[in-house]
């Protein structure tokens, strides 16, 4: 038993003699001594655990606590078994205890199964099986949850691990603890045998064991909440690298493969660091949570990186530092694992990989290598033995143009090889014409720049080559708008432009897929895809961005005027994503200035796809059919004025030309609605103002205008109607009523108790005095609401009808919303700005915080209280935060009492600030610890 490394009070003899106390001559059947001597075992077990949590020294010390924690379950059940087996007699005789599993290997988290298996003689007696049974419930009433407790014979457990891959796995580490040790010799000798046998088919099911869980955790190593134990690069691919060693060559796995050349002390050392930084982690969440549990997610992520020892730096706050240290640790989990699969397929315990091939046409064969540098090895491409790469430091990038030309993995050699000669990648290899080439070609032609990029990444080769995006590999970002690492956004944004670009997604993107063979500087969009995100962490993520890319492109050659033109894209990368989304478009200074900015039609089609891509790799969910034909919108109205009878200088021309085209839209309306209606088509085109008609396309005007006639029709001054616009993915929600104060406050506050969420809103004002107003809202999964319940969507319109009116909504008020863990974890810092220069006609109010059901309603709420009338209304949303803007009017004009404007703005900010603080105080009652939650983008 391993019980050298614990202290006298936690002693396998010690806690024997504290048992034989308890018991005190009367034995386990009698109720009070079996009572006492349980309590002795908890205290022993909680002492242990508590001495285990004292083996952490900030960032380090998870392996020797894991291992120190499996000492004391050793002790305590090597204890309690003989001690009932000194009871018992002879019953005892012939049944063995095995520690198997990760317990088996010697490592136990607090909170984690007791994986223990006894085994009991072929023909086992009653008095044996009795035996059995009692010390398995006296472990049960231990409070060790040892699942069940499996007992079986040694040819039982080998037919069901001949069939039962998981169990086999669990057998690798099977450890004696008490009892029989001949029947634990007999089964390891077994199991040894058979794995002679079988070892293909092992390895092959347990690698593709691995697939299904890594799929079903998320296939990406770089999700900001992986689990700890199951993501790609976490515990569990530790542990499968030492059970296939296990299997194949037996308890001295690691220390043959340094002995033949294939693992490094260097390697070993990787491997130890890995292990005892993930589980320091582990022992964190099970004290966290309380329990067992392996997600490290963001609310018990500042928690874990103050115990931890991880402090704010200028750039990163310590969370962010504690997670990128996480992620750092999954890529070299990752490098281990490949060097593991190599050795297997060496040995032909695996099927040779297909590599980068999945991306290409099937081929018969590989061929011969692109460049007599370099050689196959069992169907991965390695370095030439007689290569000096001292002599030509560009074969490092040459070795990714040559494995993405043929269509195949790397050896893990060459990977070794690389990291080797890292130190080769100075200022003259970065400025290397030769280099540049390469790099280019990877970039540009690669059928899967994505997974090439992504290699170069965790060989550490682009980083170093590109140290702006160097500056980004592994950064997170704390906030739960972004799902992946600052780098692994960005290289999934450049998989899916190669994507849009061989056209996969035309019915997502048809703008996009339209566009992308029409412009002219391709590079220029492929390096702002790769750069746009390494101003983070700098101050503004534009600007110093933009400079990070100027760097990098003058460094790399390029012509003045493509670097000048990657900077733009960089810094102005959330320009249209801000201007659709947070901007009316039907106002004419919104579409004026930024039609200035862009200037062109071919920057103005390089940021579309820049944008596209941009928000569609954020993560799953993120991207939508809102979002989407809000930047449809843009764009067709942004082009109408590129493509218009002027410069786009002219903020006059412009502005003519805008409302030419609101002009038109009247005129062809009045043209198809005259033969149906001609004086409800004069009266209309007449009641509403530009904003309206530059609005909304000319399909959505017709429906409109059917919906107000079939109210007039009716002689209902108010009316509501509600249907889903699967163009927008959102649900339309159309009402009509006499204007009157407080009119819009009363309608979105009777969405929100609905549950409907508003995404967007269009409020327009006619002539004759009535309020026309658009809504568009989604139920909590980001669905159309009521997308699928007609019943839903129809009583949707009717509360809304009422609410028009003025009818008292019979909900009353919202109830508070129940406050998570995961809520406290954030800091979201409210914050209010008012704009008059933004809008044309109105004040522009945007109020941005922490989101929660009915922020809306309580800030229009405030805005009703002011007296202001609402021209529109757009809605964002970026994780825990939510951004509310508001265009609005005093008695028909812009703001203009400065003491008003205080005023609203320090009403808004309370709003916002309360709810902050009754989670600052949830946190605090609880003892939580916090973070800044970084900017949304």
């Known amino acids: 038993m391993l019980v050298s490394s614990l202290p006298a009070s936690l002693d396998g003899l010690k806690l024997r003699a504290e048992l034989a106390a308890a018991l005190g001559g009367k034995g386990w059947q009698d109720t009070a001594a079996r009572l006492a001597a349980i309590t002795r075992i908890k205290a022993s077990i909680e002492a242990g655990r508590e001495a285990a949590f004292r083996k952490l020294d900030g960032a380090s010390g998870g392996l020797e606590a894991a291992r120190f924690l499996s000492g004391v379950m050793n002790a305590v059940l090597g204890a309690v078994f003989d001690s009932l087996a000194a009871e018992a007699g002879k019953p005892a005789d012939g049944i063995s205890l095995l520690a198997i599993g990760g317990y088996g290997a010697g490592e136990l988290a607090p909170s984690s199964d007791i994986d223990i298996l006894f085994i009991k003689p072929d023909r086992a007696s009653k008095a044996q099986n009795a035996f059995l049974e009692q010390v398995i419930y006296v472990l049960w009433d231990c409070g060790l949850d040892i699942g069940g407790g499996a007992v079986r014979t040694i040819d039982e457990t080998l037919k069901i691990a001949d069939t039962n891959i998981g169990e086999r796995t669990s057998l690798l580490s099977l450890r004696h603890i008490a009892g029989d040790p001949g029947l634990a010799e007999k089964l390891r000798q077994a199991l040894r045998d058979e794995a002679q046998s079988k070892g293909a088919a092992f390895v092959e099911a347990k690698l593709a064991e691995r697939d299904s869980r890594i799929a079903k955790a998320g296939r990406s190593r770089y999700t900001v909440e992986p689990n700890l134990k199951e993501s790609k690069g976490g515990l569990r691919d530790l542990q499968l690298m030492r059970w296939l060693a296990q299997f194949l060559y037996g308890a001295d796995a690691f220390e043959r ?109 590989l061929g011969e290598p692109v460049d007599a540098a370099f050689r196959l090895v069992d169907g991965r491409l390695d370095f030439a033995a007689d290569v000096a790469i001292e002599n030509d430091p560009v074969l490092l990038m040459r070795l990714f143009w040559a494995a993405s030309a043929m269509g195949t993995d790397l050896h893990p050699d060459a990977i070794a090889v690389v990291g080797q000669n890292i130190r080769l990648i100075d200022d003259d290899f970065r400025s290397d014409p030769r280099a540049v080439r390469v790099f280019f070609s990877i970039l540009l032609d690669s059928a899967a720049p994505q997974l090439v990029l992504r290699l170069m990444t965790e060989a550490g080769l682009l980083g170093k080559f590109l140290p702006e995006f160097g500056s980004i590999v592994a950064r997170t970002q704390f906030n739960m708008y972004h799902r992946y690492t600052v780098d692994e956004h960005t290289l999934q944004l450049i998989g899916l432009l190669r994507e849009i670009e061989t056209g996969d997604h035309p019915n997502d993107h048809p703008i996009a897929t339209k566009i992308v063979h029409d412009i002219k500087n391709r590079r220029a969009l492929h390096l702002a895809a790769l750069l746009h995100d390494t101003g983070k962490g700098k101050g503004d993520q534009c600007v110093e961005g933009a400079l990070q890319a100027r760097m990098a492109c003058t460094r790399l050659g390029l012509p003045k005027a493509e670097v000048e033109l990657v900077a733009w894209l960089v810094r102005s990368h959330l320009l249209m994503s801000d201007t659709a989304q947070r901007r009316d478009i039907g106002d004419p200074r919104t579409v004026i200035e930024f039609a200035r900015e862009v200037g062109s039609m071919e920057r103005l089609n390089l940021l579309t796809l820049l944008t596209v891509i941009d928000i569609r790799s954020v993560g799953p969910g993120i991207w939508n059919g809102w979002k989407g034909q809000l930047l449809r919108d843009l764009y067709s109205a942004t082009r109408n004025v590129l493509e218009g009878d002027t410069s786009g200088e002219g903020e006059a021309e412009i502005r003519a030309l805008l ?138 319109a009717e509360r809304v009808r009422r609410a028009a009116s003025g009818s008292k909504s019979r909900s009353g008020t919202r109830p508070a919303q129940r406050l998570t863990r995961r809520a406290t974890a954030f800091t979201v810092i409210p914050s209010v700005s008012i704009d008059q220069q933004a809008a044309e006609t109105a004040t522009l109010i945007e109020a941005s915080g922490r989101d929660r059901p009915g922020l809306l309603a309580d800030l229009s709420e405030v805005l009703a209280d002011a007296g202001l009338a609402l021209q529109s209304a757009r809605i964002d949303g970026y994780g825990e935060r939510a951004t509310d803007v508001f265009y609005v009017l005093k008695d028909g004009q812009k703001l203009s009492d400065t003491a008003q404007i205080a005023d609203i703005k320090a009403a808004l900010l309370a709003v916002l600030a309360e709810e902050e603080a009754r989670i600052e105080e949830t946190a605090r009652t609880r003892g939580l610890a916090r973070a800044r939650a970084s900017a949304g983008r």
């Open 659 to 796: 409302k030419g085209q609101a002009d038109d839209a009247r005129a062809l309306f009045r043209e198809k609605l005259k033969r149906v209606d001609d004086e409800f088509a004069r009266n209309w085109t007449a009641d509403l103002d530009d904003s309206y008609w530059l609005s909304f396309s000319e399909a959505d005007r017709l429906r409109h205008a059917a919906f107000v006639r079939a109210a007039r029709a009716r002689g209902d001054l108010v009316a509501a109607a509600a249907r889903i616009d699967k163009r927008r993915a959102a649900t339309e929600v159309m009402m009509i009523a006499p204007d009157r104060d407080r009119l819009f406050a009363d309608i979105v506050a009777v969405l929100a108790q609905l549950g409907a969420n508003v995404v967007g809103a269009q409020v327009s004002t006619t002539a004759s005095g009535e309020a026309f107003d658009v809504f568009y809202v989604q139920d909590a999964s980001g669905q159309p609401y009521g997308y699928d319940r007609e019943r839903a969507r129809d009583a949707l």
């Open 257 to 365: 493969w340094v002995s033949s050349g294939l693992l490094t002390v260097s390697d070993v050392e990787k491997y130890l660091r890995a292990s005892d930084f993930f589980w320091t982690i582990r022992f964190h969440i099970h004290a966290i949570i309380g329990g067992k549990d392996d997600r490290l997610t963001f609310d018990i992520q500042p928690e874990i990186a103050a115990r931890m020892g991880f402090d704010d730096a200028e750039a990163e706050s310590a969370v962010e530092r504690f997670m990128r240290r996480y992620f750092l640790t999954a890529m070299d989990v990752g490098s281990l694992t490949r060097l593991v699969c190599a050795k297997l397929e060496a040995d032909h315990r695996k099927s040779r990989p297909r590599g980068l091939a999945r991306f290409l046409p099937e081929k018969d064969t």
